[in-house]
């Protein structure tokens, strides 16, 4: 008797297996982040078509989620102690099919980006050579500390530049285009944080592994932290940006609150439920940034669907990254 037979792409079969644990590698939560920078970008730029938005939000989740499974398979190495189910995940799918899904990935955002214009495809090649490189030899920005945290602040930078460009401009003046990027390097420090011991063990330096201790490294973290704060204050004293957006220190009881869950966290397991709760933090900077900019109820039902998607992939525990390590539990029991 024959087998059930399944669609193929090249040689490597599709399964829903497959699906299922690309689609968990891929950080779904982490979309969010490009997709909003890319609609913020081209509201500030005056756009307000929603075919164009769906467009943009499209190709920005689709190279997020190629960024993300390079980066599992080229941290294969850290993650045997970090986030061995990842390691796992890997297995399971092997890098024929890893390789094949990149290349649907990519193709499919340069396909989907033609629709938005030539600036649009000039700022998504960038952004394609900063998520493969941002992983991969021989650049592997991720390696040194300041170019890992300047690649990873392109999650917001970007896309926010490529919103612009489907009005027609590229602004790199544009001071919401400085804020963003800036905010997200920042933010590039609290994720190294839950990784700072598997990192040590495997020798990889990162804005955490230079310090010798992890307490200096939160700490570093928690003042690099609340630097954009001065930067916001600063531009809009200087008249760069509206004074609507002051609005944004809203955020700094939740930013104190933060702030503390992070001094208070004892070992990897507190620091990736510091870093859980950072993410919110980060996508409410960016989700009350738009509202201020463009205060319509459009942006609000958008940024009320990214926080239900956020939280769905929260309470579902599809995200690649896992919060409760158990076993790093495991390990502390045995003798």
């Known amino acids: 008797m024959q087998g059930p037979s399944f669609p193929v ?39 307000g078509l929603a075919s164009q938005i769906g467009i943009g939000i499209a190709v920005a989740s689709l190279v997020t989620a190629a960024t993300n499974i390079v980066n599992a398979y080229a941290d294969r190495k850290e993650d045997a102690t970090n986030q061995p189910q990842r390691l796992f995940w890997l297995g399971q799918i092997g890098s024929r099919q890893i390789t094949a899904s990149l290349v649907v990935l990519y193709s499919s955002a340069v396909v989907l980006a033609i629709y938005l214009g030539p600036l649009f495809i000039l700022v998504l090649g960038l952004g394609i050579l900063n998520s493969i490189f941002y992983s991969l030899p021989p650049l592997r920005f991720k390696a040194k500390p300041f170019a890992s945290l300047a690649s990873f602040s392109g999650a917001l930078g970007l896309p926010f530049l490529g919103g612009l460009g489907v009005g027609g401009s590229l602004d790199l003046l544009n001071p919401m285009l400085w804020l963003l990027t800036w905010f997200m390097f920042t933010y590039g420090t609290v994720k190294n944080l839950p990784d700072y011991f598997g990192d040590m063990k495997a020798g990889i330096r990162t804005s955490a592994t230079i310090f010798k201790n992890v307490k200096n490294a939160v700490l570093f973290s928690c003042t690099l932290l609340s630097t954009p704060f001065v930067l916001l204050v600063s531009f809009v004293s200087l008249g760069l ?31 990736e439920k510091a870093h859980t709760l950072g993410f919110f933090y980060a996508i409410s900077f960016l989700l009350f940034t738009l509202i201020l900019t463009s205060p319509t109820v459009q942006s609000l039902v958008m940024v009320l669907g990214a926080f239900l998607w956020t939280l769905t992939v929260a309470k579902v525990s599809v995200h690649s990254r896992v919060e409760f390590r158990d076993w790093e539990k495991q390990r502390r029991k045995r003798p």
């Open 9 to 47: 792409l090249g040689s490597v079969p599709i399964i829903p297996h497959t699906f299922s644990i690309l689609f968990r590698l891929s950080g779904p939560r982490t979309w969010i982040f490009p997709s909003f920078s890319f609609i913020l970008g081209y509201a500030v730029g005056g756009g």
């Open 241 to 271: 940006l509206e004074p609507i957006y002051i609005a944004d220190l809203a955020l700094i009881p939740l930013f104190a609150f933060i702030i503390l869950e992070m001094l208070k966290a004892k070992d990897a397991a507190g620091l």
